[in-house]
């Protein structure tokens, strides 16, 4: 990047403002999900690190597993797991096995976006509610 092209460091700069929202946003789906279906983790493919998998890892987590009655769109899940901060995804010894993003590391990160240990950003807009 040349200092010496501000249209260029400013489209720069919008783009990583960007990113960073769009990281946020991934994050707040993504707990939102966890926590209204009781999950402490949530197990994420290793070729793409944007898909949802059963805590055994055998498959695909979709319409036909435990959440599809709470009204949520797995596309939507997996749009927001594919750009969730690479940062919130563990893996090896700090995770059970394979990609997995844990839920106290999302409240962890949340915390900080928002200086506030106890953040629920999303308390009264949950994403997955039926419009």
Request: aromatic fraction near 6%.
């Amino acid at each position: 990047m040349s200092a010496s092209d501000p249209l260029l460091s400013a489209l720069v700069r919008h783009r990583n403002e960007l990113d960073q929202a769009i990281g946020l946003r991934a994050t707040e789906i993504v707990r939102a999900w966890m926590i209204k279906t009781s999950r402490a983790h949530l197990c994420v493919d290793e070729e793409n690190r944007s898909l949802a998998l059963t805590d055994d890892r055998s498959g695909l987590l979709d319409e036909r597993d435990e959440a599809h009655n709470h009204g949520f769109s797995f596309e939507g899940l997996n749009d927001a797991i594919g750009n969730l901060p690479r940062e919130l995804i563990r893996w090896g010894k700090t995770a059970p096995s394979g990609y997995t993003v844990i839920l106290a590391d999302l409240n962890t990160h949340l915390g900080r976006v928002y200086n506030d240990r106890n953040a629920n950003p999303i308390a009264s807009t949950d994403p997955w509610e039926v419009q």
